[in-house]
Every structure is written in C-alpha cells, then in structure tokens.
C-alpha cells in the first residue's frame, strides 16, 4: 500500500515548492518510486497555446518524474490568485471527483506519494453554494499527514506557531516541520530552538538558502536537499494512504 505525506506553507511563498522538489529527489535518486501530487495551481506559465504548472515542471525535473501534468496536477489556472477565484474567473471549478480519481491514480502507481497544498493551511478551493471547501478539507478527505514548511527568518516563530496551533486544532496529525531558506547564524538557530520549544514538533530538516536561484537552480535544489534530508527520515514522516 502506497504511503505519503501533505506538504503545507506557514503562508505563499514560503518555498514549499522548492522543499517538496527537494524531498522528491531525495527518494527518487535513492530508488524510491515516488511521485508529486498538487491538486490545483494557480499563476501558471503561459507557454504557446498551453498552460503549464510552474510548480509540477520544477519538481518533475529536479526529481526526473516522468508523469502527465494532467495527472499530478488536474486543475491549472492561469490567473495568480486563490484557486477558488482563479476557478470563477476562468469558468473551471475544481470537481472533487477528478482530484480524487488522479489520486488513487498515483496511488495505484506509485509506492510513495509528496502532496503540495496551495498557500497556507486555510487556502480556499472551491467556493460554492453548498459552503467553503479549503485545503485542510482535501487533506481530511486524502486522510493524510503533514509536515510544515516554515521560513527560517524574522516574524517566523509567530507564523509557524500559529499554522501547527490550528492544523493541530483540526485533529490533523503533523509528523515534522522544515525550515526553509536556512542560514547559519544566530538569528535562524534561535528561531528554530524557540519553534521546537513552543510547538513541541520536531524540526526534520534546514534547507540552506540558494542564493542564485535562476542560476543553477536545479542542481542547487538537489545539492542542498542531499545534505538536509535523508530517504528513511522523510519515510518516516510518511503514513499509509487508504
């Protein structure tokens, strides 16, 4: 039976991206059939006439995931906003069905799956008449665990704090939290003392900060993960899918 865990940001643009990308070639290039899984993406490239999932390209090439886009990421909006707006503007809601036919897809296929949500915890979906469904309900309904994707800088104790305070709320189980753009000096070290302190939830992993990121980005993704991750810790973090 497959096993897999939810990736889940304090907030945008924390670097949950380059974190799962990371994770995913880790397992990958240590022979673990694993695969990416991102229900829905907003702000996608525009490249000729098609639409394509920064994100999903990223990690499919840093951990050399040869699968369909469509499979790993069956809903992409063009427009950078929440994917519940970004599905009104388009006329293209999410249809929970389709998520959840890719899943057991990937499931199906793969031993081990790394699912990104969009945002932070309380991202919104689909909002329709019959009420909000957000990212904790999909990852309720995947039944899955998470680890928490955290800056390493100032303002990140509060926000970190608060995110595992409420996903904890939710009876959701968190397995680790990962400390992003990672620098080493007293300031993130404090950081991550005091969030280990408050949250009582361990730090799994410090990705260094990669400075150039357009430059080499690839090759420094998969640099820096090897040092900070290991195949069997992120294993560990992991929980069988039903």
């Given at each position: 039976?497959?096993?897999?865990?939810?990736?889940?940001?304090?907030?945008?643009?924390?670097?949950?991206t380059?974190?799962?990308?990371?994770?995913?070639?880790?397992?990958?290039?240590?022979?673990?059939?694993?695969?990416?899984?991102?229900?829905?993406?907003?702000?996608?490239?525009?490249?000729?006439?098609?639409?394509i999932?920064g994100?999903?390209?990223?990690?499919?090439?840093?951990?050399?995931?040869?699968e369909?886009?469509?499979?790993?990421?069956?809903?992409?909006?063009?427009?950078?906003?929440?994917?519940?707006l970004?599905?009104?503007l388009?006329?293209?809601?999410?249809?929970?069905?389709?998520?959840?036919?890719?899943?057991?897809?990937?499931?199906?296929?793969?031993?081990?799956?790394?699912?990104?949500?969009?945002?932070?915890?309380?991202?919104?979906?689909?909002?329709?008449?019959?009420?909000?469904?957000?990212?904790?309900?999909?990852?309720?309904?995947?039944?899955?665990?998470?680890?928490?994707?955290?800056?390493?800088?100032?303002?990140t104790?509060?926000h970190t704090?608060i995110?595992?305070?409420?996903?904890?709320?939710?009876?959701i189980?968190?397995?680790?939290?990962?400390?992003?753009?990672?620098?080493?000096?007293?300031?993130?070290?404090?950081?991550?003392?005091?969030?280990?302190?408050?949250?009582?939830?361990?730090?799994?992993?410090?990705l260094?900060s990669?400075?150039?990121?357009?430059?080499?980005?690839?090759?420094a993704?998969?640099?820096?993960?090897?040092?900070?991750?290991?195949?069997?810790?992120?294993?560990?973090?992991?929980?069988?899918?039903?």
């Amino acid at each position: 039976m497959a096993k897999g865990v939810f990736i889940v940001g304090t907030d945008t643009d924390v670097g949950k991206t380059v974190v799962t990308a990371g994770l995913m070639h880790v397992l990958r290039s240590n022979g673990y059939k694993a695969t990416y899984f991102k229900a829905a993406l907003s702000g996608a490239l525009e490249i000729g006439n098609k639409l394509i999932p920064g994100d999903t390209k990223l990690v499919s090439e840093v951990s050399k995931l040869e699968e369909a886009y469509e499979n790993i990421t069956p809903y992409v909006y063009k427009t950078a906003v929440s994917p519940h707006l970004a599905a009104k503007l388009e006329n293209n809601p999410m249809d929970l069905d389709i998520v959840r036919k890719k899943y057991t897809y990937l499931k199906e296929k793969y031993d081990f799956i790394i699912a990104e949500g969009s945002g932070g915890i309380v991202c919104p979906l689909i909002d329709h008449e019959r009420g909000l469904y957000s990212l904790e309900n999909l990852i309720k309904d995947l039944n899955m665990s998470v680890i928490v994707v955290a800056r390493a800088g100032l303002g990140t104790i509060n926000h970190t704090v608060i995110t595992v305070k409420y996903i904890e709320n939710l009876g959701i189980k968190i397995k680790g939290i990962i400390v992003n753009n990672y620098k080493d000096n007293f300031l993130c070290d404090d950081n991550i003392e005091m969030i280990e302190k408050l949250t009582k939830v361990p730090i799994i992993g410090k990705l260094k900060s990669i400075e150039n990121l357009e430059e080499d980005m690839i090759e420094a993704i998969r640099r820096n993960a090897e040092e900070a991750f290991h195949p069997l810790k992120i294993i560990e973090c992991m929980e069988e899918l039903k």
